[in-house]
């Protein structure tokens, strides 16, 4: 039987397209070098967080849209799958360091509680109400955000990857081809590095992280961010911290001393996890676009070609309302939903 849609890449936005495409009654092959998360998907990090609710734009809404999407998105991943994602609505706080950003703080809860349309809160609060997992804070006050959520990143391709094969699809791990039919090309920074290559400028490059996992167990505590740090418990009693932003690099997968100063940032802002045991250190490469915003839309010049990358560090909270509008693009020649700045030719 005959593909309609070849995804490259089983990365989340890769297999969040396929996931789409599939349950929209298409054949689906999806084609992977290696395994599912192979990439940056990989990372255990899983923080699915808004931007400040502030300097409102296309990309703050395509995230707040996608992010409100995932309660139903997630649970329909797993109930196809039979898998568990690490999926939970949990919150979450960040310290407050001094007056002007408590000033800061108050301002933006005014202006969640209009952009956000009810559906989740910005609030100040007490730091004593955080609990186990707990950020020192030097004002006693933290940031409280509803509509934060985590996931566990490697645990939800392959939920996804269940799920696409539960509808009928393929998902074919060492293989190069065949490709058939419409294709999405979802292959991370190397894909940016091919398009480039193809186009003949820069349209984007890989940007390089390091992220550790603690044995930690705080089940139901909300996230942490603050230090530019990213602290996020998950459900298997382990706590992921991360992680560093390296433009250049030798090696993608190695970590070094820069890890070692993210795992010890992290236990000096929560002191409950000092002494936790480093159980995985882990590296990855982002794909980053020219403009940062995601690259979604055909593909110049080739027809028949799509492109969904660019996700860098907010690329598994997309991924719902990614899959969503490429399957109107691919199956419907629909692109509406997709942001101006979002789409192919805003990055070159």
């Known amino acids: 039987m005959a593909t309609d849609v070849t995804v490259m890449g089983a990365g989340v936005f890769g297999l969040a397209c396929a996931y789409a495409c599939a349950a929209r009654g298409a054949r689906v092959r999806v084609v992977e070098w290696s395994h599912p998360a192979a990439g940056a998907s990989g990372t255990p990090v899983g923080a699915l967080a808004p931007h400040v609710p502030e300097g409102w734009n296309d990309k703050k809404g395509f995230q707040f849209e996608s992010l409100l999407m995932s309660d139903a998105f997630w649970a329909e991943v797993e109930a196809a799958s039979g898998r568990p994602t690490g999926y939970a609505r949990l919150g979450r706080f960040q310290p407050i360091a001094d007056e002007p950003a408590r000033a800061r703080a108050e301002a933006r809860a005014e202006a969640a509680a209009t952009l956000w349309r009810g559906a989740?809160?910005?609030?100040?609060?007490?730091?004593?109400?955080?609990?186990?997992?707990?950020?020192?804070?030097?004002?006693?006050?933290?940031?409280?955000?509803?509509?934060?959520?985590?996931?566990?990143?490697?645990?939800?391709?392959?939920?996804?990857?269940?799920?696409?094969?539960?509808?009928?699809?393929?998902?074919?791990?060492?293989?190069?081809?065949?490709?058939?039919?419409?294709?999405?090309?979802?292959?991370?920074?190397p894909g940016l590095a091919q398009l480039s290559a193809e186009l003949g400028r820069q349209v984007g490059s890989g940007v390089k992280g390091?992220?550790?996992?603690?044995?930690?167990?705080?089940?139901?505590?909300?996230?942490?961010?603050?230090?530019?740090?990213?602290?996020?418990?998950?459900h298997d009693g382990t706590v992921a911290v991360g992680s560093t932003t390296e433009r250049e690099f030798d090696d993608p997968y190695s970590t070094d001393a820069r890890l070692d100063d993210v795992i010890a940032r992290a236990r000096a802002l929560c002191p409950a996890l000092e002494g936790a045991e480093v159980m995985e250190r882990w590296a990855g490469v982002r794909p980053r676009a020219r403009s940062i915003a995601p690259m979604l839309g055909p593909w110049p010049g080739r027809s028949g070609h799509y492109v969904a990358n660019g996700g860098f560090k907010i690329g598994i909270g997309l991924a719902p309302k990614v899959g969503a509008v490429m399957a109107d693009l691919v199956l419907e020649d629909r692109e509406e939903g997709i942001p101006a700045g979002f789409r192919v030719e805003a990055h070159l």
Do not use: F, M, N
């Not at 996992?213 to 418990?233: R, S, Y």
């Open 120 to 189: 989740a809160r910005w609030e100040v609060v007490p730091a004593d109400r955080a609990g186990t997992l707990a950020p020192v804070s030097p004002t006693g006050l933290l940031i409280r955000d509803t509509l934060s959520a985590r996931i566990a990143p490697r645990a939800a391709c392959a939920a996804l990857a269940g799920a696409v094969e539960a509808l009928g699809g393929e998902v074919s791990c060492g293989a190069e081809g065949p490709v058939e039919g419409k294709v999405i090309w979802a292959t991370g920074y």
């Open 210 to 234: 390091q992220a550790a996992i603690l044995a930690h167990a705080a089940l139901d505590a909300p996230q942490v961010h603050g230090h530019g740090l990213l602290i996020v418990p998950h």
